[in-house]
């Protein structure tokens, strides 16, 4: 079973911020795979399958830098290993758009990540990184990264959440380097 986690804050002040996008990715392809969520102690929860893989969606309902606490009920209470774990969240070293899939790896200053790996006490787990871009010198990256997308990256949000969604499903039914080898690759501008 492939386990699917979203990163990102409770609650509706949080929801449209770059900090929410993989919780946005995974909300969406919950949506698109027809899964509810329900009520756990710290998450919310959804199961279903594409074709025979069966997958669980979990949105963590704790801050950011406490989602180790969902990684420690998940690995203690189901038949999941870190190795079947899709971490999805926002990465601030990559341009706005950008998807980057990794098997394994350091934080990388993500205090959702770090929380992850003390948790879990390894960095086997999967990652499908979605760039938000950097806000550069100078700038508090704290406050760019719970502030709302600008309104040239909301009219073009929608077509990121799609690739990322196209990009969990490939994972899912062909494994991460067949995901790794079509969406790890620098998208061409638009002319």
């Given at each position: 079973?492939?386990?699917?986690?979203?990163?990102?804050?409770?609650?509706?002040?949080?929801?449209?911020?770059?900090?929410?996008?993989?919780?946005?990715?995974?909300?969406?392809?919950?949506?698109?795979?027809?899964?509810?969520?329900?009520?756990?102690?710290?998450?919310?929860?959804?199961?279903?399958?594409?074709?025979?893989?069966?997958?669980?969606?979990?949105?963590?309902?704790?801050?950011?830098?406490?989602?180790?606490?969902?990684?420690?009920?998940?690995?203690?209470?189901?038949?999941?290993?870190?190795?079947?774990?899709?971490?999805?969240?926002?990465?601030?070293?990559?341009?706005?758009?950008?998807?980057?899939?990794?098997?394994?790896?350091?934080?990388?200053?993500?205090?959702?990540i770090r929380s992850i790996l003390a948790a879990s006490q390894?960095?086997?787990?999967?990652?499908?990184?979605?760039?938000?871009?950097?806000?550069?010198?100078?700038?508090?990256?704290?406050?760019?990264?719970?502030?709302?997308?600008?309104?040239?990256?909301?009219?073009?949000?929608?077509?990121?959440?799609?690739?990322?969604?196209?990009?969990?499903?490939?994972?899912?039914?062909?494994?991460?380097?067949?995901?790794?080898?079509q969406f790890n690759v620098q998208q061409m501008p638009e002319?």
């Amino acid at each position: 079973m492939r386990c699917i986690i979203g990163l990102g804050n409770p609650g509706e002040h949080y929801s449209a911020t770059r900090h929410n996008v993989g919780r946005m990715v995974v909300e969406r392809f919950g949506k698109t795979q027809q899964i509810t969520f329900r009520q756990g102690p710290h998450a919310l929860h959804g199961s279903g399958a594409i074709n025979a893989h069966r997958i669980q969606l979990v949105l963590p309902q704790t801050w950011m830098n406490q989602t180790g606490v969902v990684i420690d009920e998940l690995l203690r209470c189901d038949e999941i290993s870190v190795r079947d774990l899709i971490v999805v969240y926002d990465d601030l070293d990559l341009h706005f758009g950008t998807l980057r899939i990794k098997t394994r790896g350091g934080a990388g200053g993500h205090n959702g990540i770090r929380s992850i790996l003390a948790a879990s006490q390894s960095d086997q787990f999967c990652r499908l990184k979605i760039g938000i871009g950097h806000p550069g010198p100078g700038f508090d990256v704290a406050e760019y990264v719970l502030s709302p997308f600008s309104s040239s990256e909301v009219d073009s949000l929608d077509g990121v959440l799609s690739r990322a969604v196209d990009a969990l499903e490939v994972m899912v039914l062909n494994g991460p380097e067949a995901a790794m080898n079509q969406f790890n690759v620098q998208q061409m501008p638009e002319s």
